[in-house]
């Protein structure tokens, strides 16, 4: 068959500048909500005046809202046909208000207070959903290639971390406006808030351009007509979650996946700060380390697949992060190798090498669940089928953020003490190794019940498009 007559039965193929445009959009959004993810209950403990307690109870009631907000975003997405397209219109629309959200959430003119952190982190989340489900979908609107979307993810996790890698130089970048005492930058305490704010201002203009340029280079071609839209509703959100088997096995890996990730980069701060004593430099060298990875093995991901099959690749990645781990708890559980700076970013490198990989290929399973509904349903609700993967992608997050200061609150960590006891030093260890180490091993088990093989989605693909 003809490349022309493929791509007029909907197999799409992209060039670099719209594959690089799609991924900027995950770049501005790892630039904004990533440095929430990681970087907001450090800044609320150490910064803003929040006891870790009440931090992680706020976590959880914030994802609680998001699994009421996402169905009815979904359902807005799906039924609505907004005049710059039905998905990448709201990257404008949901992006404006995201960023200045963002912002405020790290000012500290009302330092101290619940009240004020409820509302612009609530509202920072509610807008964060107005772009990340109609961005989820869009990835399934330009095209039903199975090799394109490959590549267009393997582009889009490249893009994101290079986002990560400026959120993970975040200690280095406050550093620059933050208050010196003998001549280094303190940044964990109170007085450095105006540069945490300075510096999200930067991050969040800077992902507001790219979600322009990314609105910019998207052309949606696989999309549902109006007639189809106007049927959709919440309820189809459950109901395709019961009827759709690959989409609950993603699901809950979204869980696991994420939960791993919150939980991991909400304590890297911690144990950079307290168990290793590191400066600002020697923190964002190794938290660099987290995201490096990602340029080395994201652009192998398509060939790497082609070898060893998408779940062949889940099991070496997923298990090469658990040795990571390992290796990151025996150094620093060791006498003789405890403050070896060298050998903590080796386990950093192994384990982080493991996670991205993982964790980024599973983005191009969601267009796979997505014509897999389609297929079995006649009806291609893309926003619907990304609100519920939200859903579960936020209960991870939530998880991320309600375990770290439910162990911090347990272990009795204590942010104005300048050294932690024992006990608290061990908890930051089992946040930063141990349970996410268990959690990828039951992330292992989730995807080996994922069914949905190339062959299987060409397939499922022609078939679509012979329908029509």
Request: glycine content about 10%; overall charge positive; hydrophobic content about 55%.
């Given at each position: 068959m003809s490349t022309p007559t493929k791509q007029a039965k909907g197999f799409y193929k992209l060039n670099w500048m719209q594959r690089i445009g799609f991924g900027a959009g995950d770049m501005a959004q790892n630039l904004i909500y990533q440095t929430i993810s990681?970087?907001?209950?450090?800044?609320?403990?150490?910064?803003?005046?929040?006891?870790?307690?009440?931090?992680?109870?706020?976590?959880?009631?914030?994802?609680?809202?998001?699994?009421?907000?996402?169905?009815?975003?979904?359902?807005?997405?799906?039924?609505?046909?907004?005049?710059?397209?039905?998905?990448?219109?709201?990257?404008?629309?949901?992006?404006?208000?995201?960023v200045g959200?963002?912002?405020?959430?790290?000012?500290?003119?009302?330092?101290?207070?619940?009240?004020y952190a409820y509302i612009t982190y609530v509202g920072m989340s509610m807008c964060y959903t107005l772009v990340n489900v109609p961005y989820g979908a869009l990835n399934a609107s330009l095209t039903r290639d199975t090799n394109e979307i490959t590549i267009l993810t393997s582009v889009r996790m490249f893009m994101a971390n290079l986002g990560a890698l400026c959120v993970k130089s975040l200690?280095?970048?406050?550093?620059?406006?933050?208050?010196?005492?003998?001549?280094v930058a303190v940044y964990n305490t109170p007085e450095a808030a105006p540069a945490w704010f300075i510096t999200m201002t930067i991050f969040a203009l800077v992902g507001l351009a790219l979600l322009f340029f990314c609105f910019s280079q998207c052309k949606e071609r696989v999309v549902m007509d109006q007639k189809e839209s106007a049927n959709v509703k919440v309820s189809d959100l459950w109901m395709e979650f019961i009827r759709n088997k690959p989409l609950r096995v993603l699901a809950?890996?979204?869980?696991?996946?994420?939960?791993?990730?919150?939980?991991?980069?909400?304590?890297?701060?911690?144990?950079?700060?307290?168990?290793?004593?590191?400066?600002?430099?020697?923190?964002?060298?190794?938290?660099?380390?987290?995201?490096?990875?990602?340029?080395?093995?994201?652009?192998?991901?398509?060939?790497?697949?082609?070898?060893?099959?998408?779940?062949?690749?889940?099991?070496?990645?997923?298990?090469?992060?658990?040795?990571?781990?390992?290796?990151?708890?025996?150094?620093?559980?060791?006498?003789?190798?405890?403050?070896?700076?060298?050998?903590?970013c080796i386990a950093q490198f192994v384990k982080s090498t493991g996670i991205i990989v993982a964790t980024g290929y599973m983005w191009a399973l969601v267009p796979e669940v997505i014509a897999y509904g389609e297929y079995?349903?006649?009806?291609?609700?893309?926003?619907?089928?990304?609100?519920?993967?939200?859903?579960?992608?936020?209960?991870?997050?939530?998880?991320?953020?309600?375990?770290?200061?439910?162990?911090?609150?347990?272990?009795?960590?204590?942010?104005?003490?300048?050294?932690?006891?024992?006990?608290?030093?061990?908890?930051?260890?089992?946040?930063v190794c141990v349970i996410p180490a268990i959690l990828l091993l039951l992330a292992i088990w989730i995807i080996s019940k994922y069914e949905l093989s190339d062959e299987r989605m060409d397939q499922i693909n022609r078939e679509i498009e012979s329908r029509a």
């Open positions: 990681i970087w907001l209950l450090f800044y609320y403990t150490n910064v803003f005046g929040i006891k870790p307690g009440a931090a992680s109870l706020m976590f959880l009631i914030v994802r609680l809202v998001d699994v009421l907000w996402d169905p009815v975003v979904g359902t807005i997405v799906d039924k609505g046909n907004p005049r710059w397209g039905k998905y990448r219109s709201w990257l404008v629309l949901g992006g404006i208000p995201l959200l963002a912002i405020l959430c790290f000012w500290n003119g009302f330092s101290g207070s619940l009240v200690p280095l970048i406050i550093a620059i406006f933050a208050p010196k005492v003998d001549g809950f890996f979204f869980i696991t996946a994420f939960a791993m990730m919150s939980v991991g980069n909400a304590a890297d701060a911690y144990f950079m700060s307290y168990n290793v004593g590191a400066t600002p430099l020697l923190t964002t060298l190794f938290m660099w380390l987290g995201t490096i990875p990602a340029f080395i093995f994201m652009p192998l991901v398509p060939a790497i697949k082609r070898k060893v099959g998408k779940k062949g690749m889940f099991y070496i990645f997923l298990g090469t992060a658990i040795i990571g781990m390992a290796m990151m708890y025996t150094f620093v559980s060791i006498p003789s190798t405890k403050n070896n700076f060298v050998l903590l079995t349903t006649g009806k291609r609700i893309a926003g619907i089928v990304n609100a519920l993967t939200g859903i579960f992608f936020k209960a991870g997050m939530a998880l991320g953020g309600v375990v770290p200061g439910l162990v911090l609150a347990w272990v009795g960590f204590n942010a104005e003490a300048a050294q932690q006891t024992p006990l608290a030093l061990q908890g930051i260890l089992w946040l």
